[in-house]
């Protein structure tokens, strides 16, 4: 079914007339009393056209009470201008007629106000009502937006933080990497260096081993003496164990041959494979104990 919109009550036209013979005479009054033309002219409009448009926010339901106040306000301040004028004039008729077009008029826009209510409108309060919600409900998503643009900037910053203390631990690796390469170069120089240095010692060594003494016959008790035998007590106290000679040239000595032929030089009575077996077992233990101190 389709429903019909309600036509508009007779008493808005007659409304709307007498709003136009306010205007009129409104207009004529206040130009003749200002006597200034076109200014005075506006003045008029401005105070029929200010009652006309607060009677509107009437309508709409804007200002309350306040709208209502406002429009009698202006409508009788017009209504004092055309007394002064018929005062002015010297004619009691202007004085009494011209405020009486402005304030029919006036009441009959109320009139025609309150005919064109809708009686199933809401109330005042009942508007107001609905508009805390929606301002509530507005003032909700608007905190909800906020809030998710918060939690977008705080990510980002979060972001932005990681990638920066993940430069800085790149950076750190980088720098202990090219150290650590360093230490691998320097420590293999060392030993290049440490092998070239060690050789002349160890021929050195090696030449200063005191020879067999010369039998002469200046020195006949040299040559009557009998050599000492491999394992006497004299010679074990004299000589160096072969144990503490390994230990000593491993200490001093990167590589195993040549800690070898640096204790045979010192213990030409030593068994070359007995020694070998000391170094490499003392090498070992060097290593496992992170070399001897």
Request: proline letters at 5%; glycine letters at 6%; hydrophobic letters at 45%.
């Amino acid at each position: 079914m389709n429903l019909r919109r309600p036509s508009a009550p007779p008493i808005l036209y007659g409304a709307y007339a007498l709003a136009g013979l306010s205007l009129i005479w409104s207009g004529y009054a206040i130009t003749d009393l200002i006597h200034s033309g076109w200014f005075g002219l506006s003045v008029a409009l401005a105070g029929d056209l200010g009652w006309i448009t607060v009677m509107w926010a009437e309508h709409k339901r804007l200002g309350g009470r306040y709208a209502t106040v406002a429009g009698w306000v202006i409508a009788l301040m017009v209504g004092a201008l055309l007394v002064l004028h018929g005062v002015l004039a010297h004619d009691l008729g202007q004085a009494i007629a011209g405020p009486f077009v402005v304030l029919v008029g006036k009441t009959v826009a109320q009139f025609a106000l309150l005919a064109m209510q809708d009686p199933a409108a809401l109330t005042a309060e009942q508007e107001a009502e609905i508009n805390d919600v929606i301002r509530d409900s507005e003032y909700k998503a608007r905190m909800h937006a906020a809030q998710l643009d918060q939690f977008d900037r705080e990510a980002e910053a979060t972001i932005a933080r990681i990638k920066a203390e993940a430069r800085v631990t790149l950076v750190r690796d980088d720098e202990d990497f090219r150290i650590g390469m360093e230490r691998l170069e320097k420590r293999a120089a060392i030993e290049r260096n440490s092998r070239i240095a060690i050789g002349p010692i160890t021929a050195e060594v090696v030449r200063e081993q005191p020879a067999e003494p010369y039998r002469t016959a200046e020195h006949p008790e040299a040559s009557a003496r009998p050599e000492p035998a491999m394992n006497s007590t004299n010679t074990n106290c004299e000589q160096p164990s072969i144990t503490k000679l390994a230990r000593e040239q491993v200490a001093n000595t990167p590589d195993n041959a040549l800690a070898i032929r640096a204790v045979l030089a010192l213990r030409p009575d030593a068994n070359e494979q007995s020694v070998a077996a000391t170094v490499r077992r003392v090498r070992k233990q060097s290593d496992a104990r992170g070399g001897y101190r």
